[in-house]
């Protein structure tokens, strides 16, 4: 079975800190996916990465940037968290017809 | 406009009745997903559809490629069954999500 981590099921965060969130994967999947869920809004893709040390942006990239070191790790930064960016964080890693989604952070920032 | 819209948003049954969701898309697809996430947030893969009928258990999945449309279907619904589901839309390398199905079974 594929297995998508996540380094942390809850956080609390102040405004202004720097954030960072892990994700790992060990199916060697090239295509890796951070994305974020709000209430009405769905899933909204914020960085992708087809390959190590590569990035692209998605639909939300502000106040985000992502690192891929290696190819079973994706790791996303929130440089100086803000209250906006309070939310549930997935990450996930796909073939070219499926997508494994991690168990989700649950970001507060206060 | 959103690529890919789900109806109805919330959904309240009784255990035992006939569940229905729907998933409507506007673009071209290589694929349809339907998605399952219950609460604590964890998504696991229910159905990939790209043509036709596919059926797992109590769960049955349509999509009407000429009509753009999907449905989701729970037989004998169950508490368990409680959960978000989500339509998503694979058009390349690119996915398209809906906003999800709140569906609760009350005993």
């Known amino acids: 079975d594929v297995k998508v981590t996540q380094s942390s099921r809850y956080l609390v965060k102040r405004t202004g800190e720097k954030v960072f969130l892990e994700c790992v994967q060990d199916?060697?999947?090239?295509?890796m996916f951070w994305y974020r869920q709000d209430p009405g809004l769905g899933l909204r893709l914020i960085y992708f990465?087809?390959?190590?040390?590569?990035?692209e942006k998605g639909d939300i990239p502000e106040g985000y940037s992502v690192s891929r070191e290696k190819k079973e790790r994706f790791s996303l930064i929130l440089e100086s968290a803000s209250t906006n960016q309070t939310s549930m964080y997935l990450c996930a890693s796909r073939t070219s017809e499926t997508q494994y989604f991690g168990p989700g952070t649950r970001l507060l920032v206060l | 406009k959103n690529e890919v819209e789900q109806s109805p948003q919330n959904l309240t049954a009784q255990e035992g009745e006939f569940i229905t969701i729907n998933c409507s898309y506007s673009?071209?697809?290589?694929?349809l997903h339907w998605l399952q996430q219950h609460p604590g947030g964890g998504i696991v893969s229910l159905f990939m559809l790209s043509s036709g009928k596919k059926k797992h258990g109590r769960l049955i999945a349509t999509i009407n490629i000429q009509e753009k449309h999907s449905s989701l279907h729970i037989t004998a619904s169950h508490p368990r069954d409680s959960a978000v589901y989500i339509c998503a839309v694979r058009t390349g390398n690119q996915f398209y999500f809906g906003t999800g199905t709140s569906l609760t079974v009350i005993p």
């Open positions: 990465s087809y390959d190590v040390k590569m990035k």
């Open positions: 199916m060697d999947h090239e295509n």
């Open positions: 673009v071209g697809i290589s694929a």
